[in-house]
T-cell receptor, first 115, second 115 residues
């Protein structure tokens, strides 16, 4: 089974802190994603990576950056956390193989609270 | 441009009643379509996917969905609701052709099952 793990389930940080959210997948997937989930807004894509060291902005990249130094690991960075970044963050991965039909596999999520 | 609309942010059904969650999509190319379920404080779990092989798709936990091109719909159904079906459900579309692996998500439908 594909497994996507996220470093923390719950995280509480203070305004202005630098925050790192880590995601690891064990299926050798090329693609990895970071989403933010807020009530009534569904899932919104923050950043997407299609290969090591490669990244692409999603719909809401402002205030975030990412890092992908190894294929299995994709980090989301909040350079200076703000209260409006309080949210649930979901990581996902998918294969580039046509047989995968672009199916994404999700981690359990990190609920981040910024005080 | 692709889009997904989920009608009804909240749906309530009685235990044992039919579950119908609606999803309409817009896509200029043949799409791949997905339904995911999210239980409280968890990540997203794939229920089923449409990849053009068959218009009626059966998924896990007794759910199924029918792809109707003429109606641009992919509604999710289950003949008899169970209390354990209470969760949030998301419809997503991605392009069938290669070149993008990103989803467009609907805003979600929260299903409540009444005893």
């Amino acid at each position: 089974d594909v497994k996507v793990t996220q470093s923390s389930r719950y995280l509480v940080k203070r305004t202005g802190e630098k925050v790192f959210l880590e995601c690891v997948q064990d299926m050798d997937h090329e693609n990895m994603f970071w989403y933010r989930q807020d009530p009534g807004l569904g899932l919104r894509l923050i950043y997407f990576s299609y290969d090591v060291k490669m990244k692409e902005k999603g719909d809401i990249p402002e205030g975030y950056s990412v890092s992908r130094e190894k294929k299995e690991r994709f980090s989301l960075i909040l350079e200076s956390a703000s209260t409006n970044q309080t949210s649930m963050y979901l990581c996902a991965s998918s294969s580039k193989r046509a047989s995968s039909y672009n199916e994404q596999f999700f981690g359990p999520g990190t609920r981040l609270t910024v005080l | 441009a692709q889009s997904v609309t989920q009608l009804g942010s909240h749906v309530s059904v009685s235990e044992g009643a039919l579950v119908l969650l609606r999803c309409n999509y817009s896509s200029s190319v043949p799409p791949y379509l997905f339904w995911y379920v999210q239980y409280p404080n968890q990540g997203l779990q794939l229920l089923l996917k449409y990849t053009s092989a068959a218009t009626l798709v059966k998924g896990i936990n007794g759910f199924e969905a029918e792809f109707k091109k003429s109606e641009t719909s992919f509604h999710l159904t289950k003949p008899s609701a169970h209390m354990s079906d209470a969760a949030e459900y998301f419809c997503a579309v991605t392009r069938g052709a290669s070149g993008t692996y990103k989803y467009i998500f609907g805003t979600g439908t929260r299903l409540k099952v009444l005893a």
